[in-house]
């Protein structure tokens, strides 16, 4: 199968510290990205996209930066809370989207 | 509105035996993707469905098979199971014009014995 960034690894960050997860994806010609968060026993659930004639978008809390040149990705969470403990995912999409194989992110107090 | 509805949520199974899942959409969503998740490899894509027909279709083999009824619901098959396809199968549906948005179902998780 195809995938984006293949290792999983864990963020660990204390409450109310800003958190960035990275990501880098493979095709230059992907025009469309999302965030996905997934906490556990759930399916993952959809945080923020970014289109790639942009550069950079905010959300509630959460603000996607998209860099071309070097395709990277990615997501800063604002003041973490522990309800944002979850694996994280990119995704890109050129004819389907792809994702990475996340990132867990752990909140402690 | 009720979520991506999928069944059952879980599944034991032994190999050599085939399975089918079965995913119910957002209402009005016609687009409807499955994805295979495991640890090692995240989450792969395997087919999608608009409209009754398969729009796109990942890199698995021919024993993955999906169809998509006339009122969007969606089952997904496979045959001659094998250990490695123990996975969490996840089925999305996607709203009109944004097929790229995925609202995921909680998934089947499938144990192959």
């Known amino acids: 199968g195809e995938s984006v960034g293949l290792h999983l690894p864990t963020l660990s960050v204390q409450e109310g510290d800003n958190s960035i997860i990275n990501c880098a994806y493979s095709?230059?010609?992907?025009?469309?990205f999302i965030w996905y968060k997934q906490e556990s026993g759930k399916g993952p659930q959809f945080i923020i996209d970014?289109?790639?004639?942009?550069d950079k978008r905010q959300g509630q809390r959460v603000t996607v930066l998209l860099n071309k040149t070097v395709k990277h990705l990615s997501l800063q969470i604002a003041a973490t809370q522990p309800g944002d403990s979850a694996v994280y995912f990119c995704?890109?999409?050129?004819?389907?989207?792809?994702f990475g194989t996340g990132t867990r992110l752990q909140v402690f107090p | 509105k009720a979520g991506v509805t999928q069944t059952p949520r879980y599944l034991i199974k032994t190999r050599g035996q085939q399975v089918t899942l079965s995913c119910s959409p957002i209402?009005?969503?016609?687009?409807v993707s499955w994805y295979q998740q495991t640890p090692g490899q995240g989450l792969q894509f395997l087919f999608e469905?608009?409209?009754?027909?398969?729009?796109n279709k990942g890199n698995f083999p021919g024993r993955f098979s999906g169809r998509q009824f006339s009122n969007s619901r969606s089952e997904m098959n496979v045959s001659t199971l094998e250990l490695g396809d123990s996975a969490l199968y996840l089925c999305?549906?996607?709203?009109?014009?944004?097929?790229?948005?995925?609202?995921f179902g909680s998934g089947t998780q499938l144990s192959v014995l």
């Open positions: 095709n230059s010609a992907s025009d469309y």
């Open positions: 970014i289109r790639s004639n942009m």
């Open positions: 999305a549906s996607s709203p009109p014009g944004a097929s790229e948005k995925l609202f």
């Open positions: 469905y608009f409209s009754e027909t398969q729009r």
């Open positions: 995704a890109e999409k050129t004819d389907k989207l792809i």
């Open positions: 209402s009005g969503h016609r687009s």
